[in-house]
């Protein structure tokens, strides 16, 4: 019986813990309703540059906060700040890059004659597989250019971490 009674209290404390961890704010009811009743009465303008105020207070944190846990000072730390600070923009860049070095490998390939089908049966030759006489030639052609494409990733990689912020910056100030 006690054994029944200690299993439904501790559900009792699991729900009222996870229920807490749900709405958990920074600010309380009364302290949010204030800030709201605060902001409807500024203008665009004066919300704008209090929005600008508080990014410049986030990035300094941020880089604070890297520098606190060491990440700002790796190229992991540096690829994370990229993405939080950037975001779509990020994204859009690196996917740009890594499409134009996929049609690039696959137009080398394609226009420098490479006999795709010679290449994989160096491979059968290497792993004991019979994939060249299984193997399309333009769908080998596509593995091929898309695996050295991968290959290609160390240098993409820092490619994009370096210019993201000065193409990202480029394209918003056209906007």
Do not use: C, H
């Not at 019986?1 to 009811?29: C, G, H, N, P, Y």
């Not at 996929?102 to 795709?116: Q, R």
């Not at 160390?154 to 990202?168: E, S």
Request: glycine share 6%; no cysteine.
């Amino acid at each position: 019986m006690s054994i029944v009674l200690l299993q439904r209290d501790l559900l009792k404390v699991r729900s009222k813990a996870s229920a807490s961890f749900r709405t958990f704010s920074a600010l309380t009811e009364e302290e949010e309703e204030k800030e709201k009743r605060r902001l409807s009465v500024m203008s665009k303008s004066q919300k704008t540059v209090e929005l600008r105020e508080l990014d410049k207070k986030i990035s300094r944190l941020n880089i604070l906060r890297g520098i606190n846990t060491g990440e700002l000072y790796t190229f992991r730390g540096k690829f994370k700040a990229l993405t939080r600070d950037y975001g779509i923009g990020f994204m859009a860049w690196y996917w740009t890059v890594w499409s134009s070095s996929a049609l690039l490998t696959y137009g080398a390939i394609k226009f420098g004659n490479v006999d795709v089908i010679a290449l994989l049966y160096k491979l059968d030759v290497w792993t004991g597989y019979d994939i060249s006489s299984k193997v399309d030639p333009t769908l080998g052609t596509i593995a091929v250019s898309l695996a050295v494409n991968e290959m290609l990733e160390p240098i993409r990689l820092p490619f994009v971490v370096l210019t993201t912020k000065p193409i990202v910056e480029a394209f918003s100030q056209r906007s």
